[in-house]
């Protein structure tokens, strides 16, 4: 997404297209990222009620994934986890 | 023509303002801006002014309602003093950046403390950099015609910016003045009805007032700084358009005996009028003195300012507020940077005076005048003075 120059910008920086906030990444903020050991994982769902973000989906086999494009690394979800399934890894 | 009325300022200006067919106000009393809310509420209360008298419980909060307010697209309006203006300094660069066209009135008193309810401008001073289009009043003509001329420059569709209009609480909002109210007619003429660049509004959802990350942060900032500086334009519009209408004219700087002044005087609001009587005193006694009374604080008018003192030798800038530990006034030092980049300007001095309500007779200003005629060193250039405080 190429930013904008001042002159540019709506007046007042209305935003008129709703919903467009999806398309910025929070993901890019991130410093380390959740991983799940689904052999620990028992499908409890608390990353998923915890996750601040909404990016925490459960999928087909039950387990869960982040969505990278919106993870800010916050590390809720494993400090939450209390089978200790979720560690935080260090991004390259 | 509207009829010429002998009207208590405050409520003449609540007048004016229901004139100008205002869709809400969220006003919270304090003194002496207390008369403009009572007024209004009595116009609502009365069915004679077809709005929404929003009773706040706070300054912040009725600047935060008008703000609301104006973004669905209601003509908004609000007015305040001292604390309550300092309460709601908060919201009014949210206001500014939100582009949101508020009108409001600022019935200027000292900030505590110590707790004073009298006039000068330490309100209005820190307010400089909300980004607000800021207009002082020296009479209360002007107060009314400024506070209609407001929304109109306000709810342009180049400038979208909120307006205040600053009344010198009790010297100009308790006078009872002979005043001339337009008539609705007149007023329905000169202001076209609120069109707001975008509203709250179910049908087309918008978001306003939204995060901005430091990838957006300063080209937001470059853009309300243009913003201002471009009301201009419509500004001098406005006031040419009222001075045809009404045949009051307007300008960002007026001046007094100026043209051959050798020595100028500069204040602002309700002082003029006492220091123009002092310029008389010394015209007589053949003082090539003078006046110049900025009326237009922010966009701040340089080139007129430029041209009002380029041919003085000494220029007396007045101050009703103190930057403490600063360099003087507020007022003192927009101009001396104003006039930093010309060769020619005349040697500056500072006075701070008036405040907390401390009456300013004309021998203040003949004072004032005699005493840097008599520097003949041009000592006092760099320093600034308290007026008229006790040794």
Redesign the interface.
Known sequence: MA?????E?P??????E?GSASEYHTGSWRSQRPVWNDAKCIKCGICYVFCPEGCVQQFADGFFKANLDYCKGCGICAHECWPRAISMVEEG | MGKRVGLEVTVAVAEAVALCRVDMAGVYPITPQSHIAEHLSNMVADGVLDAEFVTVESEHSAMSAVIGASATGARSYTATASQGLLLMNELLPIASAMRLPICMAIANRAVSGPLNILNDHSDIMPQRDTGWITLFAENGQEAIDLSIQAFKIAEHKDVMLPVCVNIDGFQLTHMVEPVELPTQEEVDKFLPPFAPHATLHPAKPVTMGAFAMSDYFGEIMKAKDEAIKNSKKIILEVWDEWGKRFGRNYKPVETYQAQDAEILMLTMGSMGETAQVAVDELRDKGIKAGLVKLRLWRPFPFEEIRAAVQNAKKLIVTDRACSFGGPGGPVFSEIKSALYAGDNHPVMYNFIYGLGGRDVPVQDFTGMFEKVIADKDNKAKDAYEFWGVRE
């Open positions: 930013l904008k120059t001042w002159k910008l007046i007042g920086c209305v935003v008129s709703p």
